[in-house]
């Protein structure tokens, strides 16, 4: 049984060209850069947050699903991860007062959409 490719199990999915090894999230079996062919390769998730914004309406439904307590605005941005890809991702905040353009996150993969993170103390050494 194969994991699906954006299921958290599978870590972000990503593709790394053969030739010019530039790196691309969600894969992709060509390189946006040469056109030469591109390989799986699991994303390490690591970065920092490259720009930001708060979602105050609910998305258009369907796909979106309405949770039990009603839409709250949301933290949406881009993560920069360490191999130079840019991934759109929901910010799991505490405090939206809190982020900050340049502070570490992690990325995981989510039902559908990436989720980041801040980055703990013991997350930074491993």
Known sequence: MTTHPRSPAAGLQGSRCSGCSVAVYPADHACP???????????????????????????????????????????????????????????????????????????TAGDGVPRARPTTNREEGS
């Open 33 to 107: 850069r040469c056109g030469g062919p591109a390989d799986p390769a699991v994303l390490e998730g690591a970065g920092t947050l490259w720009t930001w914004t708060i979602q105050r309406y609910a998305p258009k439904s369907p796909p979106y699903q309405v949770p039990p307590g009603g839409f709250e605005p949301f933290a949406l941005g881009y993560v920069e991860l360490e191999e130079g890809v840019r991934v759109a991702a929901v910010l799991e905040v505490d405090d939206i007062d809190e982020v900050r353009i340049g502070m570490p996150l992690t990325v």
